[in-house]
């Protein structure tokens, strides 16, 4: 399906409280990665301070949008599509490295020497994988709704959703199977995700576009941010970890003990979001985002001046 509906975004953002007169769409761009999958993007443009975002699981690039157009004027903002999701290439290595690996290979192609990294959910993870290995190249690390711990169970029920879908004639169905999960959700930003995970299968029916050719190995997922315990303390790059105020996945209590491990790390909680913090409050998000990026958030020294 076409993923571009700039008319829904423009719409969502404006009743979202967004404010941006820019509309133009991101740039697509792909790059091939040393293991040969090749990773999809959406360049943003602008002439500030590079900022790459990675999505969660069985999300894409397009989950940034809203924040994306908040942040276009400030930073040039790169999402992409993490191996296996979206328009990116299939694989069959979806460890954590090799997702932090991809994002050298975007970097290089981008001729970007040092980005701030952002990342929601399994993108949080990659993008602390990848400031621990690349710490020369990590302006900055901000974690979404993910720490080292986080409450798996809570993510049963959307979990059940992904792996249980059975395929629907149209994104109006998928939108109220959706809503039956998670009735609290906004039918418009359910629906403007819906059009873009999905595409036309074989026997006409819509299905994911991500690969679904064996189940994701949770327990690794888990084991991996656990162990970041051990390792953030080597972390020099500025931290910051944002949780959402209604999210089950991330306690405040768990969020505060997994930022004291990092020797510069903060946390903030966005109110009325949920999991999806970046589609559920990406106003607020952005400005966090924003705020951090420039060293202006609270315990943060401005660059320069340390």
């Known amino acids: ?33 040393p293991d040969r999958p090749s990773i999809h993007t959406l360049d943003w443009g602008g002439l500030g301070p ?17 924040v994306a157009m908040a942040l276009r004027s400030d930073f040039r903002l790169v999402a992409l599509d993490m191996r296996g999701h979206g328009a990116s290439e299939w694989a069959d290595d979806y460890s954590i490295t090799s997702y932090a690996t991809d994002v050298v290979a975007v970097l290089d192609g981008l001729a970007l020497e040092r980005a701030h990294i952002a990342g929601m959910s399994l993108g949080g993870t990659a993008a602390c994988e990848f400031a621990l290995r690349h710490p020369d190249r990590t302006e900055s690390l901000a974690m979404v709704d993910v720490i080292s711990r986080p409450v798996f169970a809570a993510t049963a029920r959307m979990r059940a959703f992904m792996t249980g879908f059975p395929g629907a004639a149209t994104v109006d169905e998928v939108v109220a199977m959706a809503l039956a999960v ?57 931290f910051l970890l944002v ?44 400005d966090a985002l924003r705020a951090f990026w420039r060293g202006r958030l609270p315990g943060m020294i401005p660059k320069g001046l340390a």
Do not use: C
Not at 196 to 218: A, E, H, N, S, Y
């Open 1 to 33: 399906m076409d993923d571009l509906h700039p008319e829904a975004l423009a719409t969502i953002a404006d009743r979202l409280g967004i404010a941006s007169t820019d509309l133009a769409p991101p740039r697509s761009r792909s790059f091939r990665t």
């Open 50 to 66: 590079p900022a790459v975002l990675l999505h969660g699981g069985a999300l894409t690039a397009r989950t940034w949008d809203f």
């Open 182 to 238: 998670s009735p609290r959700s906004d039918p418009e930003r359910l629906r403007y995700r819906m059009r873009t995970l999905l595409k036309r299968g074989d026997d006409g029916r819509l299905v994911w576009k991500r690969d679904q050719r064996r189940p994701t190995d949770f327990p690794a997922i888990l084991n991996h941010l656990a162990g970041f315990e051990a390792r953030v303390a080597e972390m020099v790059a500025p």
């Open 243 to 286: 949780r959402g105020g209604e999210s089950l996945i991330v306690t405040e209590d768990a969020a505060r003990d997994f930022t004291a491990r990092f020797p510069d790390g903060r946390w903030v909680t966005i109110a009325g979001a949920g999991h999806n913090v970046q589609e559920d409050n990406p106003r607020d998000l952005a």
